[in-house]
């Protein structure tokens, strides 16, 4: 069974930094193919967004609202996908979910975590 385990939220003051950490299991050795590893957040009474987004060949594509302050990295030998997230703004309060569009025999797979939450304070 995959599963998407995220960690590092918290609560920051403005300006400082995060990483959140996001551990994959379920799908080292398997016959699935990870098409693409995001991080997506959802703030209160606003809809789910696409932050960072890491395809499988290693190309980022960014939010603009993050684009140089966030980084998104992969560790495939730990099956851990990260999110750096440093000059944090208010406005970047939100749950941050990881995210997993696998394929397996030609069909497609998507997974979600938990969700972690990150407070930036004024």
């Known amino acids: 069974q995959v599963q998407l385990v995220e960690s590092g939220g918290g609560l920051v003051q403005a300006g400082g930094s995060l990483r959140l950490s996001c551990a994959v299991s379920?799908?080292?050795?398997?016959?699935?193919?990870?098409?693409?590893m995001d991080w997506y957040r959802q703030a209160p009474g606003k809809q789910r967004e696409l932050v960072a987004a890491l395809t499988s060949d290693g190309r980022p594509n960014y939010a603009d609202s993050v684009k140089g302050r966030f980084t998104i990295s992969r560790d495939n030998a730990k099956n851990m996908v990260y999110l750096q997230m440093n000059s944090l703004k208010p406005e970047d309060t939100a749950v941050y979910y990881c995210?997993?569009?696998?394929?397996?025999?030609?069909?497609?797979?998507?997974?979600w975590g938990q969700g972690t939450q990150v407070t930036v304070s004024s």
């Open positions: 379920g799908i080292s050795g398997s016959s699935f193919s990870i098409k693409t």
């Open positions: 995210y997993c569009n696998a394929q397996r025999y030609g069909l497609n797979y998507a997974y």
